[in-house]
């Protein structure tokens, strides 16, 4: 039994989650789509015997990918990175073509029945915010009251709404985004907006999500792998709760004074049902907990971050846990710690030089990331 990682250059979690199958003598491989075309190629035949797909040149380590894969994480699918490969007024022909070719790539897996982390065919579905708060308040979870619109006048009315009942409004983006200076980068993120920044946005260009903002105590981390749910609470610092709603914008994360938390008894079959209706083995969920200690669902990404949990916070065993979820290859999985004891990321990291191998991987990769990308989701 095999696993297949598809990796981009330099993402610390497939390095890390890598070296530890290792040190459990799991076999597995990553995949670098970012390689395409320009330094390597893909091959997918179909017979009436079954389909073989073939990836040289992207692979790590090795220049062919196994044919016995059963478990495939999509971590991060990357992209064909044209660059000069194709000549200008062919581009357009290209670029379909790799759309096409990509999305090949992925279902093939499907159809082979491996156990994809997650279903690329629910990608897309899953990663609307829209669909995930109708799916959590389906499931009986509490949702914040939400606005999607480019309306000036119903974003200001929704502002107006929420402050009569003594709420404050916060913006979302829709997925995250950065702006580049020369001085710095801007990355969008969850603020409270008022009214006049409203007027003074192009909103009707540019819709924006907005919520009346839940006053938290502090904030929860869910990380879903299979039935097994392994939850972290985490504060924004009392100084700066004035001015940060969104944890991931605190500068020193070390502040953030991570810890387990068990999730309520209640909760449980509802966080499992709103997965099994995205059709997700895999996430990272968001809460809020109140002062009355009510869990609000903000939001779930199907490839989210979890390392953190555990380097902030040594005694959650999330490394352990997820690397035997990828050995499991089922939706099943409920994780019990080995009798040998469990993997832990600070052990890890004292055999790898996590930061030499992130450099290492981007700078012979460099280049392709600047080339224009084409995914399916183009």
């Given at each position: 039994?095999?696993?297949?990682?598809?990796?981009?250059?330099?993402?610390?979690?497939?390095?890390?989650?890598?070296?530890?199958?290792?040190?459990?003598?799991?076999?597995?491989?990553?995949?670098?789509?970012?390689?395409?075309?320009?330094?390597?190629?893909?091959?997918?035949?179909?017979?009436q015997?079954?389909?073989?797909?073939?990836?040289?040149?992207?692979?790590?380590?090795?220049?062919?990918?196994?044919?016995?894969?059963?478990?495939?994480?999509?971590?991060?699918?990357?992209?064909?990175?044209?660059?000069?490969?194709?000549?200008?007024?062919?581009?357009?022909?290209?670029?379909?073509?790799?759309?096409?070719?990509?999305?090949?790539?992925?279902?093939?897996?499907?159809?082979?029945?491996?156990?994809?982390?997650?279903?690329?065919?629910?990608?897309r579905?899953?990663?609307?915010?829209?669909?995930?708060?109708?799916?959590?308040?389906?499931?009986?979870?509490?949702?914040?009251?939400?606005?999607?619109?480019?309306?000036?006048?119903?974003?200001?009315?929704?502002?107006?709404?929420?402050?009569?009942?003594?709420?404050?409004t916060?913006?979302?983006?829709?997925?995250?985004?950065?702006?580049?200076?020369?001085?710095?980068?801007?990355?969008?993120?969850?603020?409270?907006?008022?009214?006049?920044?409203?007027?003074?946005?192009?909103?009707?260009?540019?819709?924006?999500?907005?919520?009346?903002?839940?006053?938290?105590?502090?904030?929860?981390?869910?990380?879903?792998?299979?039935?097994?749910?392994?939850?972290?609470?985490?504060?924004?610092?009392?100084?700066?709760?004035?001015?940060?709603?969104?944890?991931?914008?605190?500068?020193?994360?070390?502040?953030l004074?991570?810890?387990?938390?068990?999730?309520?008894?209640?909760?449980?079959?509802?966080?499992?049902?709103?997965?099994?209706?995205?059709?997700?083995v895999?996430?990272?969920?968001?809460?809020?907990?109140?002062a009355?200690?009510?869990w609000?669902?903000?939001?779930?990404?199907?490839?989210?971050?979890?390392?953190?949990?555990?380097?902030?916070?040594?005694?959650?065993?999330?490394?352990d846990?997820?690397c035997?979820?990828?050995?499991?290859?089922?939706?099943?999985?409920?994780?019990?710690?080995?009798?040998?004891?469990?993997?832990?990321?600070?052990?890890?990291?004292?055999?790898?030089?996590?930061?030499?191998?992130?450099?290492?991987?981007?700078?012979?990769?460099?280049?392709?990331?600047?080339?224009?990308?084409?995914?399916?989701?183009?």
């Amino acid at each position: 039994m095999s696993i297949l990682i598809f990796s981009v250059p330099g993402d610390s979690h497939p390095i890390v989650i890598s070296h530890a199958l290792d040190s459990l003598g799991i076999e597995h491989q990553r995949i670098f789509l970012t390689n395409l075309p320009q330094r390597a190629e893909l091959s997918y035949a179909l017979t009436q015997a079954g389909a073989a797909l073939s990836v040289r040149g992207a692979t790590e380590p090795g220049t062919e990918l196994r044919r016995d894969v059963r478990t495939v994480w999509f971590r991060r699918v990357g992209a064909a990175m044209m660059g000069n490969a194709a000549h200008p007024q062919d581009r357009e022909y290209a670029v379909t073509a790799w759309i096409d070719v990509l999305a090949s790539a992925r279902l093939s897996f499907l159809a082979a029945s491996c156990f994809c982390i997650n279903d690329p065919k629910l990608q897309r579905s899953a990663d609307n915010k829209a669909y995930q708060l109708n799916a959590a308040r389906e499931a009986g979870l509490r949702v914040p009251d939400t606005l999607i619109t480019n309306s000036e006048a119903d974003a200001l009315s929704f502002i107006e709404s929420n402050r009569q009942s003594g709420r404050r409004t916060v913006a979302k983006p829709f997925s995250p985004m950065l702006w580049y200076t020369a001085a710095e980068t801007h990355a969008a993120s969850a603020e409270v907006v008022s009214p006049d920044e409203v007027k003074a946005s192009n909103l009707r260009a540019s819709p924006a999500i907005f919520q009346a903002l839940v006053e938290k105590d502090y904030e929860v981390r869910v990380t879903v792998m299979g039935r097994t749910l392994i939850a972290s609470r985490h504060e924004i610092p009392p100084e700066l709760r004035g001015e940060i709603v969104d944890f991931r914008l605190v500068p020193d994360w070390s502040r953030l004074r991570v810890s387990p938390v068990d999730v309520p008894p209640a909760l449980r079959p509802r966080i499992l049902e709103m997965m099994s209706a995205l059709g997700l083995v895999f996430g990272s969920m968001d809460f809020v907990v109140g002062a009355d200690g009510a869990w609000t669902f903000l939001e779930v990404n199907e490839q989210g971050n979890f390392l953190w949990q555990e380097h902030y916070s040594p005694e959650t065993p999330i490394v352990d846990a997820f690397c035997r979820f990828l050995a499991s290859g089922t939706s099943d999985f409920e994780y019990a710690p080995a009798d040998r004891g469990r993997l832990r990321l600070s052990r890890l990291r004292e055999t790898l030089d996590l930061g030499s191998r992130i450099a290492e991987e981007k700078a012979a990769n460099v280049g392709l990331e600047k080339g224009v990308g084409v995914s399916e989701e183009d």
